[in-house]
């Protein structure tokens, strides 16, 4: 089941969360929610996924080497592709997992109840700007969180299999 963005739900959600109070909380807590549902469900739900499409990155800790994981919301490329957005509520920083995929871009997606083995790669400005009307048409918030952030380049990967 999935809510649309454009639904009286979903426009409630993305006012919320295109609130300067919203960032500070969301940050920690839906990351740890989503966590916990994941793995209670074997990789086939997270909450944001009630009205994004989600997946679940396992990506590799730029300073500390360690696994990460990382629910996100995604836009669906094809098969073995997605667009993730490094928006990180509209926070002014970018968010750790960007950095760690421009430092490793080797990573794991759990999208739907199935990893998969991808590569990250950062989008170019004229990549992004080619791309973005998908994005926003996914998740319209993202233009508030380019606001909430001071103006901050918003970062944006395409994460693909090798297949």
């Known amino acids: 089941?999935?809510?649309?963005?454009?639904?009286?739900?979903?426009?409630?959600?993305?006012?919320?969360?295109?609130?300067?109070?919203?960032?500070?909380?969301?940050?920690?807590?839906?990351?740890?929610?989503?966590?916990?549902?994941?793995?209670?469900?074997?990789?086939?739900?997270?909450?944001?996924?009630?009205?994004?499409?989600?997946?679940?990155?396992?990506?590799?800790g730029a300073k500390t080497g360690q696994q990460r994981v990382t629910p996100l919301a995604c836009v669906p490329d094809g098969k073995g592709a997605w667009f993730v957005v490094a928006s990180n509520f509209g926070q002014e920083k970018h968010p750790a997992w960007s950095g760690n995929l421009i430092k490793n871009p080797a990573a794991?997606?759990?999208?739907?109840?199935t990893t998969y083995d991808v590569t990250a790669q950062l989008l170019s400005p004229e990549e992004k700007k080619a791309t973005w009307p998908r994005l926003t048409?996914?998740?319209?918030?993202y233009d508030r969180?380019?606001?909430?952030?001071g103006g901050r380049d918003i970062r944006v990967f395409r994460l693909s299999t090798s297949s």
């Open 1 to 60: 089941m999935r809510f649309r963005v454009d639904s009286r739900i979903g426009r409630t959600v993305q006012k919320v969360a295109g609130s300067r109070r919203f960032a500070p909380v969301a940050k920690h807590v839906i990351p740890r929610i989503d966590r916990g549902l994941n793995k209670l469900t074997g990789g086939r739900f997270v909450i944001s996924s009630l009205l994004v499409p989600s997946l679940v990155l396992t990506h590799t």
């Open 108 to 113: 794991t997606v759990t999208y739907e109840g």
């Open 137 to 141: 048409q996914a998740w319209p918030t």
């Open 145 to 149: 969180y380019i606001e909430l952030s």
